[in-house]
């Protein structure tokens, strides 16, 4: 089962899913037979709240830590109900994640722990604390420099913005060794520290209990970072600040408009593969070394970055928007000459191919090889270069199958026994409709054009399920969720996922690729799964979910 964690719920959260919700869910999965959990990036956001635009490539987001006083050292339940009224919790509760309130609010209540933490702390937690703060010294240092100075700012994470004397880690830290308020601030950023020793204590309990219970967790390590992010601050000689990565217009992805005549402009820098491999890729292989310690599995977002990369010459978010209905000439105007273009190159030339494969093979082996003992799957789908396969087979390396873009001559979806053995199987992830929006929009499309595309993909989905002979009903009921549920646990891909909406049949999304701004990522379940359980209408579905599990062999 896939589930972004602020999406989760219980009865005590604070308006977001956390480390509470994930272990509830761990609890659902062992009910129910599922044996892998799989969650989105739990990294520290600002802005559009986006977890593939995180502003720390190792840093947790404080929005996800549980709040209870037996799992946060220092933090009193008064301290919770007078910074989070029961009234204002309850509103909080309401809907959607409000983001601009939700993570501010949770990381002042961590901050107000550390406090007291100081004063009241066993001898054996701060010695923890300050051993941590020693072996995650060299992404935690400047992280927590980096979040004192957003501090200072108000929030402002622009660090081109700022001061001369607050623009790089070095200058911020002699900054900080003559400011006259030094010591005040000092504290303030062991706060900051201790926000994320809390955290990783609660991650690192969570796989334990998974363990336990006999389900793996799956993480993801996004592929950049943001371009205001601490690790581009630190470091940003292994970004290339001038431009921004994207994707050229995809097919197979419902998308914003500017989107559909440019591409997806992600607005993360790229990088400079040559000052990482000076190092042999300590940043890199810090990050998914980092992952292995709270994760069994882990995707890797965008894949195929790491063989070549798309760039734009202007920045995502707004930016792109302006360029939505410009022509080529226009852009090259606006831009002195430049076009989005592949790097190292486009993969329909020969030489360039042969160079992307060269560059994937040994980015993606430093990545396995730091990995250790945690599974890797590969967030890639649908046609891909024959370079990139052959790359797969070789590295041993799981990817992505979707059963809509795998399609024979013929249109047809391909045989249940065709699916590649090492893969996980999928109708849907973040970034997708899920199968009840899916099955409405091909079907009403399939009325107004039944020679078009959608009533193609309708006929493909549909045999592929098993209804060829089943009249399509007006919205997606049990009879077809049950069939595509089944034929997607009838592949032969190795591990097969629903994401939270297919579970339960939802028409509940995540995300609208090239979306950003207030209000994206924040869409929540209605209900704590338990409470699903019980439902009249949704207790069944999950009920015939255990049971096809069951009849699969998949448990």
Known sequence: MLAPVYALRHQHDLGIGDTRAVREAIDFCVRHGIEVLQLLPIHETFGDHSPYNPISSRAHSPALISLSPESVPGLTREMVERAAPADWVAQLRKGNVR???????????????????????????????DRFQEDQYQWLAPYTLFRLLLRQYEGNTQWSDWRPENQSWSAAEDWLLRHPAREDLERLRRGFAFIQWVSWRQWKELKAYADQQGVRLMGEMSFGVGKNSADVWAEPSLFDLEWSIGTRPLAHFDTTP?????????????????????????????????EAEFFHGCRLDHLRGYFRVYMFPWDGGARHAEFANLSEAEALERTGGRLPRFVPGPDEDPAAAAINEVQGREIIGHL?????????????????????????????????????????????????????????????????????????????????????????????????????????????????????????????????????????????RFNLPGSYGRGTWSDRLDLPLSEYESHPKYGPRIERVSRLVRESGRH
Request: hydrophobic share 40%.
């Open 258 to 290: 500017e989107s559909e005549s440019w591409g997806q402009n992600w607005g993360f820098p790229p990088y400079r593969w040559e000052n990482h491999r000076s190092s042999s890729f300590a940043w890199l292989r810090g990050r998914i070394a980092w």
């Open 99 to 129: 983001n601009e309130v939700v993570h501010p609010l949770k990381n002042q209540i961590l901050i107000n722990a550390y406090f007291r933490f100081q004063e009241h702390g066993s001898k054996e937690e701060l010695a923890e604390f």
């Open 368 to 508: 396995i090889d730091a990995a250790g003992d945690m599974d890797l799957v590969a967030e890639i789908m649908g046609d891909m270069p024959e370079y990139m396969s052959r790359t797969l087979e070789d590295l041993k390396l799981a990817n992505l199958s979707f059963p809509q873009l795998l399609r024979r001559p013929d249109g047809e979806i391909i045989e249940a026994e065709a699916f590649r053995e090492l893969s996980l199987v999928t109708y849907a992830n973040h970034d997708n409709a899920p199968l009840s929006l899916l099955y409405l929009h091909l079907l009403e499309a399939s009325r107004k054009d039944p020679g078009g595309p959608e009533a193609s993909d309708l006929k493909a989905l549909r045999k592929f399920a098993g209804l060829e002979n089943a009249p399509p009903p007006e919205h997606l009921d049990d009879e077809y969720l049950e069939a595509f549920q089944k034929a997607l646990f009838g592949t032969s891909a190795r591990l097969a996922v629903l994401m939270c909406s297919d579970l339960l049949g939802l028409p509940l």
